[in-house]
């Protein structure tokens, strides 16, 4: 049984505004949201930013990655990872490698420290020369000759980590067999400029 609504009359919206004014509830002065300050992006300014950074102490520069403890992956483990808002149709596109990579870096090789390096240093010149997808290979783990077990690729699950963090990595994901399969992702950079 639906019980039909009949409109309010003055009389019961005026005692409703009266109860909510009763309970604190204030009424807005208009519609909008308040975005806030804008920010500058005047010469000014950004050369006040130029400044500060290049003044900036070498401490202060310090690496954007972590270099603790990462979650360990498996050899064959296929990386994925998106920022929510990216639209389907691009994340779709980058796991089926229709993006085409412009540059790669290979970290076959690397101590834990000289990779978070050259993938932070390579990440930064890729954002500056505005490339929107680039290759990182990571490799798997390999069999030991001492025990004869596969070790967990531990370039792969930091490369898993650092990306995660990196402020200008809209996704990443292990790239397809021919451009090293998971021992290699493709990651989808924000060009510089773009919010």
Same mark, same amino acid.
């Given at each position: 049984?639906s019980?039909?609504?009949s409109?309010?009359?003055?009389?019961?919206i005026?005692?409703?505004?009266?109860?909510?004014e009763?309970?604190?509830v204030?009424?807005?002065?208009?519609?909008?949201?308040?975005p806030?300050?804008?920010?500058r992006?005047d010469a000014e300014?950004?050369?006040?930013?130029?400044?500060?950074?290049?003044?900036?102490?070498?401490?202060?520069l310090?690496?954007?990655?972590?270099?603790?403890?990462?979650?360990?992956?498996? $050899? #064959?483990?296929?990386l994925?990872? @998106?920022?929510? /808002? +990216?639209?389907h149709? !691009?994340?779709t596109?980058?796991?089926?490698?229709?993006?085409p990579?412009?540059?790669?870096?290979?970290?076959?090789?690397?101590t834990?420290?000289?990779?978070?390096?050259?993938?932070?240093?390579?990440?930064l010149?890729?954002r500056?020369q505005?490339?929107?997808c680039?290759l990182v290979?990571?490799g798997?783990?390999?069999?030991?000759?001492?025990?004869?077990?596969?070790d967990?690729?531990?370039i792969?699950?930091h490369?898993?980590?650092?990306?995660?963090?990196? $402020? #200008?990595?809209?996704?990443?994901? @292990?790239?397809? /067999? +021919?451009?090293?399969g !998971?021992?290699?992702?493709?990651?989808?950079l924000?060009?510089?400029?773009?919010v």
């Open positions: 049984m019980r039909r609504h409109t309010p009359d003055d009389e019961e005026r005692l409703f505004r009266q109860a909510l009763g309970a604190g204030r009424r807005l002065s208009n519609d909008r949201a308040d806030g300050k804008r920010p992006h300014s950004l050369a006040e930013r130029r400044d500060a950074a290049i003044s900036a102490p070498p401490s202060t310090a690496s954007r990655t972590s270099d603790g403890r990462v979650e360990p992956v498996r $050899p #064959s483990a296929s994925d990872f @998106s920022v929510p /808002d +990216l639209p149709r !691009t994340r596109a980058l796991k089926r490698g229709q993006l990579w412009e540059a790669g870096l290979d970290l076959h090789g690397h834990i420290d000289e990779a978070r390096n050259e993938l932070e240093r390579f990440l010149d890729a500056a505005r490339m929107r680039v290979v990571h798997k783990a390999r069999t030991s000759m001492n025990s004869g077990m596969t967990y690729p531990v792969k699950s490369v898993n980590a650092w990306l995660r963090e990196w $402020p #200008s990595v809209l996704a990443f994901c @292990s790239a397809r /067999d +021919l451009d090293g !998971t021992g290699a992702v493709y990651v989808l924000r060009r510089r400029g773009e």
